[in-house]
Nanobody
Framework: QVQLVESGGGLVQAGGSLRLSCAAS????????MGWYRQAPGKQRELVAT???????NYADSVKGRFTISRDNAKNTAYLQMNNLKPEDTAVYYC????????????WGQGTQLTVSS
């Protein structure tokens, strides 16, 4: 069984920084993709950033230059360093793992709340 546990959310002021962590456990293929998604009230869940096991990254335009995704392959842990936070970043942040041999299976964490006050 694969499980993802997010941590690090909270309440911060605009302009502040926070780092989210996502610890994956279970049977995970070495070639995988981990990512962060977020969902604000009344909004569709959107991609924030992804990172492959090889280190290739992808970011949403709204967070480029402010957020950095990284990972520790040995620990199957992903991080999201968030700088210069804006009220628009307020959302529940979810960790996602895509893992599998030929057909990838998506696994989701329970989410962690980030609230950015102005």
């Amino acid at each position: 069984q694969v499980q993802l546990v997010e941590s690090g959310g909270g309440l911060v002021q605009a302009g502040g920084s926070l780092r989210l962590s996502c610890a994956a456990s279970g049977s995970i293929f070495s070639n995988n993709i981990m990512g962060w998604y977020r969902q604000a009230p009344g909004k569709q869940r959107e991609l924030v950033a992804t990172i492959t096991s090889g280190g290739s990254t992808n970011y949403a335009d709204s967070v480029k230059g402010r957020f950095t995704i990284s990972r520790d392959n040995a620990k199957n842990t992903a991080y999201l360093q968030m700088n210069n936070l804006k009220p628009e970043d307020t959302a529940v942040y979810y960790c996602k793992l895509d893992s599998g041999r030929f057909l990838k299976t998506s696994y989701w964490g329970q989410g962690t709340q980030l609230t950015v006050s102005s």
